[in-house]
T-cell receptor
């Protein structure tokens, strides 16, 4: 069955430190993968997406993610975290023949000053 | 451009009551979705629609109904509210399916409490 897993429920990093949020997927074929961010009381905003081609994708707010087929992963990274990055982050995978997205459980990022 | 608009923002229901969560989008998107978000569970798809007059079940459709009479509107109906339906509900829309790499646009959510 198709699934998206985010192993880390909660992560705390210091401001200025690097960040990596993990995402693993289980799909038969190459999925369409997304990272969304949710600030408190808000809807979800798209950070970046992987469709095909270059496996390193750049997104908004200085985020990037790398698609690694051999590891079934699509980890989100940022070289230097800002306090405003504190939020909940969702990885999502798209089916190849429908519009349905499957979401991971989410990772809450806390940023220490 | 308003995007995806959800109403109401908050609602408290008693067990057994019914209500409709409204969702409207002004981007002429064909695809619309309803998700519920529970702590630690991510977002679960309730129902989705690929166009006016067409709806289909998602992962957790029990206890809900939808209709799609126009491209713009996709209301979600709860007929007999139960405490298990306490959640935050998000409506989303996209231009096309995941096959064409069309991202979702989300509303700001409706927080529903059933007591």
């Amino acid at each position: 069955a198709q699934s998206v897993t985010q192993p880390d429920i909660h992560i705390t990093v210091s401001e200025g430190a690097s960040l990596e949020l993990r995402c693993n997927y289980s799909y038969g074929a190459t999925p369409y993968l997304f990272w969304y961010v949710q600030s408190p009381g808000q809807g979800l905003q798209l950070l970046l997406k992987y469709f095909s081609g270059d496996t390193l994708v750049q997104g908004i707010k200085g985020f990037e993610a790398e698609f690694k087929r051999s590891q079934s992963s699509f980890n989100l990274r940022k070289p230097s975290v800002h306090w405003s990055d504190a939020a909940e982050y969702f990885c999502a995978g798209g089916s190849s023949n429908t519009g349905k997205l499957i979401f991971g459980q989410g990772t809450t990022l806390q940023v220490k000053p | 451009n308003a995007g995806v608009t959800q109403t109401p923002k908050f609602r408290i229901l008693k067990i057994g009551q019914s209500m409709t969560l409204q969702c409207a989008q002004d981007m002429n998107h064909n695809y619309m979705y309803w998700y519920r978000q529970d702590p630690g569970m991510g977002l679960k798809l309730i129902y989705y629609s690929v166009g006016a007059g067409i709806t289909d079940k998602g992962e957790v459709p029990n206890g809900y109904n939808v209709s799609r009479s126009t491209t713009e509107d996709f209301p979600l109906r709860l007929e007999l509210a139960a405490p298990s339906q306490t959640s935050v509900y998000f409506c989303a829309s996209s231009y096309s399916s995941g096959r064409t790499n069309s991202p979702l646009h989300f509303g700001n959510g409706t927080r529903l409490t059933v007591t």
